[in-house]
């Protein structure tokens, strides 16, 4: 997890394998005292080169 300022923290999830479950992920969560709420999860397929 990356820290965006001091409230977010954001996750960046490259699946490859196995290829036809093959994604890009993306979350974002809140840093609370109490540990990390997830608030944001998104899921795309990669990109196919030309």
């Given at each position: 997890?990356?820290a965006i ?6 996750r960046?999830v ?12 993306l979350y ?7 540990g990390?709420?997830?608030i944001?999860?998104?899921s795309?397929?990669?990109?196919q080169a030309?």
């Amino acid at each position: 997890m990356q820290a965006i300022g001091s409230y977010f923290l954001f996750r960046m999830v490259f699946q490859n394998e196995p290829r036809e479950l093959a994604a890009i992920k993306l979350y974002v969560f809140t840093d609370r005292d109490s540990g990390p709420v997830p608030i944001v999860q998104a899921s795309s397929p990669p990109l196919q080169a030309c």
